[in-house]
């Protein structure tokens, strides 16, 4: 049977007879479909007699301006030019829909486990209707069906049969649903689902309905055709909360709670903080990064992109888990951030008060590790850092003078001597003059502007500083350019000694990480921390705009494999192909990351990504944005807010 509801027919201005050839006297029919869809029987709208009638092209209808001219009612605007309800699909203009309802579900199921049809290929209206059912009602069912199947096997005992095992299958299972329901553990309900299929034809109807039924019979889920109701079905899956199937299932709660949609299997875990959307399908990102093979990060993206406000939100959330986050912030900008959680925001510059000796020793002893070899490792790199290039007689007398230096505090390979106080900057400079060759004489004076020169007052005293909060940032950022990288790596190195110390769980961020890039030294210390953070509860975070830089270097791409996290948000097209390459990205995807904005990209954990947005609440936003013009008006506002006269 077709319906076809006509809504260009007034908007003419011309009599019906003009538009419209008068219709054959409908036939009664013996279509069942007449008795749901009622007896309409409006003129039907045939486009070729119009246009035989008519050579004119038709105008094209305004529905602004018919509403205001009471041509047409609002009904007639909004609903579609017509509407064909066939035995197993119904046509709305020119798309066709077929439903199906879920009639037979697995016996058991995990969470997640409809990710597979929430996630098809191809645009798919799924709704589920839950129904909560009163708990007495369900008890006496459920007392009457259990003393039935007990009766079943006690009789089959009696007569000496086997006792069917189905039956005592589900007698088990009713008992223990009784006992839940009883203790309140759990409580009743009905539930529906059904899927419409839009589609174009009607072959690609079919071939879609066929890919769907087989991914459901996969799932153990058994679907069929909502056949001769199809009308209701696509009620019933529109956006309306009116199930005009009405075809349940009970379920108990926990049955129900699986079957919520908005999580993606891959990275939707019952624990851990929220990262952000999946914008392919809303689902929430949401994991602990602690649970994968190793919980470091690395972030990309050009500036502005978003990437340190994504790494301050996750901050603040791990925070209410119990993680300890400590930032090196080359830019002052998680000041605010560490005042709003209660942290301890610590500044180096010459005239602060804030210390670390670089010749500090983490005094935790490890099988098969010699601690001061290792300081004196790091030591090196460091100072090549702050030394520049070296000749090989140079390296050989630093190495010496640093074992000397320690010496000279009574510090040797024996671990007991190693909780001693350590040596300053000074003691180094000092055994340098002390060793009166021209090449240590040469390295003595390329440190004395760090004893008693311009760049005294950082790394010249002991240590004052400590990480007892769990939120502590280090900011670098009163310090010049060339200083960065240097006073990078020694809180870096002070952070690393003090983490294995007390092993708990951390978030170390290295904001414009970058800077530690520039001198292989640097890097390579980078890296070695990187490699060994997973050891140590520590989850390593490297953001970085200069992609390009960073990739370019075997260190950055060992990092980056380093990391089981990885977050890619808007690129340059300069830097599009080179990222396209390391993480093997498609086109489609290069395209999502060149046209992304604010706040979006690709999220990698482990094995899996998927298209993120990163959200953030109204509060969570004022704390960690950075936009000037933002920052200016919650300043003027604090300024403001007491002298504003309360209006109550
Ligand atoms: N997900 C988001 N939602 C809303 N606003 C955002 C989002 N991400 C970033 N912004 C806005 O964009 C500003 C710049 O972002 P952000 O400071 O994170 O840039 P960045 O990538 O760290 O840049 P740079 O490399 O220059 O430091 C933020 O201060 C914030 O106002
Ligand atoms: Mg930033």
């Given at each position: 049977?077709?319906?076809?509801?006509?809504?260009?027919k007034?908007?003419?201005?011309?009599?019906?007879?003009?538009?419209?050839?008068a219709?054959?006297?409908?036939k009664?029919?013996?279509?069942p479909l007449?008795?749901v869809?009622?007896?309409?029987?409006?003129p039907?709208?045939?486009?070729q007699?119009?246009?035989?009638?008519?050579?004119?092209?038709?105008d094209?209808?305004?529905p602004?301006?018919?509403?205001?001219?009471?041509?047409?009612?609002l009904?007639?605007?909004l609903?579609p030019q017509?509407?064909e309800s066939d035995?197993?699909y119904?046509?709305?203009n020119?798309?066709?829909?077929r439903?199906?309802?879920?009639?037979g579900?697995?016996?058991f199921?995990?969470?997640?486990?409809?990710?597979?049809i929430?996630?098809?290929?191809?645009?798919l209206?799924?709704?589920?209707?839950?129904?909560p059912?009163?708990?007495?009602?369900?008890l006496d069912d459920?007392?009457?069906?259990?003393a039935?199947m007990?009766?079943?096997?006690?009789t089959?005992?009696?007569?000496?049969r086997?006792?069917?095992?189905?039956?005592q299958?589900?007698?088990?299972?009713?008992?223990?649903?009784?006992?839940?329901l009883?203790?309140g553990v759990e409580r009743?309900?009905?539930?529906?689902?059904?899927?419409?299929?839009?589609?174009p034809t009607i072959?690609?109807?079919?071939?879609?309905?066929?890919?769907i039924?087989s991914?459901?019979g996969s799932?153990?889920?058994v679907?069929?055709?909502?056949?001769?109701?199809?009308?209701?079905?696509f009620?019933?899956?529109?956006?309306?909360?009116?199930?005009?199937?009405s075809?349940t299932?009970?379920?108990?709660?926990?049955?129900?709670a699986t079957t919520?949609?908005?999580?993606?299997?891959?990275?939707?875990?019952?624990?851990?903080?929220?990262?952000?959307?999946n914008s392919?399908n809303?689902?929430f990102?949401?994991?602990?990064?602690f649970?994968?093979e190793?919980?470091?990060?690395?972030?990309?993206?050009?500036?502005g992109a978003?990437?340190?406000?994504f790494?301050?939100?996750?901050?603040?959330?791990?925070?209410?888990?119990?993680?300890?986050?400590v930032?090196?912030?080359?830019?002052?900008?998680?000041?605010s951030?560490a005042?709003?959680?209660?942290g301890?925001?610590?500044?180096?510059?010459?005239?602060?008060?804030?210390?670390i000796?670089?010749?500090?020793?983490?005094?935790?002893?490890e099988?098969g590790?010699n601690?001061?070899?290792l300081k004196i490792?790091?030591?090196?790199s460091?100072?090549?850092?702050?030394?520049?290039?070296l000749t090989?007689i140079?390296?050989?007398?630093?190495?010496?003078?640093l074992v000397?230096t320690?010496r000279?505090?009574?510090?040797?390979?024996?671990?007991?001597?190693?909780t001693?106080?350590?040596?300053?900057?000074?003691?180094l400079?000092k055994?340098?003059i002390?060793?009166?060759?021209k090449?240590?004489?040469?390295l003595a004076?390329?440190?004395?502007?760090?004893?008693?020169g311009?760049?005294?007052g950082i790394?010249?005293?002991?240590?004052n500083v400590?990480l007892?909060?769990?939120?502590t940032?280090?900011?670098v950022?009163d310090l010049?350019?060339s200083?960065?990288p240097?006073?990078?790596f020694?809180?870096?190195?002070?952070i690393?000694?003090?983490?294995?110390?007390?092993l708990?769980r951390?978030?170390?961020?290295?904001d414009?990480a970058?800077?530690?890039?520039?001198?292989?030294?640097s890097a390579?210390f980078?890296?070695?921390?990187?490699?060994?953070?997973?050891?140590?509860f520590?989850?390593l975070?490297t953001?970085?705009?200069?992609?390009?830089?960073f990739?370019?270097m075997?260190?950055?791409?060992?990092?980056?494999?380093n990391?089981?996290?990885?977050?890619?948000?808007?690129?340059?097209?300069?830097?599009v192909?080179?990222?396209?390459?390391?993480?093997?990205?498609s086109?489609?995807?290069?395209q999502?990351?060149?046209?992304?904005?604010?706040?979006?990209?690709?999220?990698?954990?482990?094995?899996h990504?998927v298209?993120?947005?990163?959200v953030?609440s109204q509060?969570?936003?004022?704390l960690?944005t950075?936009?000037?013009?933002e920052?200016?008006?919650?300043?003027?506002?604090?300024?403001?807010?007491?002298?504003?006269?309360?209006?109550q």
């Open positions: 049977m077709k319906l076809k509801l006509p809504t260009k007034k908007e003419q201005g011309k009599p019906n007879g003009e538009l419209y050839k219709q054959p006297p409908v009664k029919s013996t279509n007449d008795k869809l009622g007896n309409i029987k409006p039907s709208f045939e486009k007699d119009y246009f035989k009638d008519s050579p004119k092209k038709p094209v209808v305004d602004n301006y018919s509403l205001r001219q009471q041509t047409l009612n009904i007639d605007i609903s017509s509407a035995f197993d119904i046509k709305i020119d798309v066709y829909f439903t199906l309802f879920v009639s579900y697995p016996r199921v995990a969470p997640g486990w409809l990710e597979p929430v996630n098809f290929d191809s645009s209206d799924i709704s589920f209707y839950i129904y059912v009163e708990g007495k009602n369900v459920l007392r009457r069906k259990i039935e007990e009766a079943e096997i006690a089959d005992l009696q007569r000496g086997i006792v069917d095992p189905a039956t299958a589900k007698l088990e299972d009713a008992r223990s649903l009784q006992e839940q009883v203790k009743f309900f009905q539930f529906s689902f059904y899927i419409t299929i839009p589609a072959e690609d109807l079919n071939q879609l309905t066929k890919q039924e991914t459901l799932l153990l889920i679907a069929k055709h909502a056949s001769l109701d199809m009308k209701d079905g009620i019933s899956t529109a956006p309306l909360a009116s199930d005009k199937l075809i299932r009970n379920m108990d709660t926990t049955s129900v919520f949609p908005l999580t993606s299997a891959e990275l939707s875990s019952d624990k851990g903080i929220l990262y952000g959307m392919q809303d689902s990102v949401i994991f602990d990064r649970s994968l190793n919980s470091n990060m690395t972030i990309f993206a050009t500036s978003g990437k340190s406000y790494v301050k939100l996750e901050a603040l959330r791990s925070l209410m888990l119990g993680v300890d986050v930032v090196i912030d080359p830019e002052a900008e998680y000041k951030l005042e709003a959680a209660g301890e925001y610590i500044s180096f510059s010459f005239s602060s008060g804030s210390k000796n670089p010749f500090d020793l983490s005094q935790v002893q099988e590790e601690q001061l070899g490792l790091t030591l090196h460091l100072f090549k850092v702050i030394m520049g290039e090989a140079q390296e050989a007398l630093l190495d010496r003078a000397a320690y000279a505090k009574g510090i040797t390979q024996d671990p007991d001597t190693q001693k106080e350590p040596p300053l900057m000074e003691d400079y055994t340098l002390g060793m009166e060759t090449e240590a004489l040469d004076a390329r440190i004395e502007k760090f004893v008693r311009s760049f005294v790394f010249d005293k002991h240590t400590n007892d909060n769990p939120f940032v280090f900011s950022k010049q350019e200083l960065r240097i006073v990078m020694i809180v870096l190195d002070y690393w000694t003090r983490i294995k110390r007390d708990k951390r978030l170390l961020i290295v414009e970058w800077h530690m890039m520039k001198y292989p030294d390579q980078l890296w070695s921390v990187v490699k060994r953070a997973r050891k140590y520590l989850g975070t953001i970085t705009q200069d992609v390009e830089d990739l370019g075997d260190i950055g791409k060992a990092i980056v494999t990391s089981a996290l990885r977050l890619l948000l808007k690129q340059s097209p300069a830097a192909d080179k990222i396209g390459d390391t993480f093997y990205l086109e489609g995807e290069k999502l990351l060149l046209a992304a904005n604010v706040g979006e990209g690709i999220f990698f954990a482990g094995p990504h298209p993120i947005s990163i953030a509060k969570e936003h004022q960690v950075t936009r000037p013009e920052l200016a008006k919650k300043e003027k506002k604090i300024i403001t807010e007491p002298n504003t006269p309360k209006t």
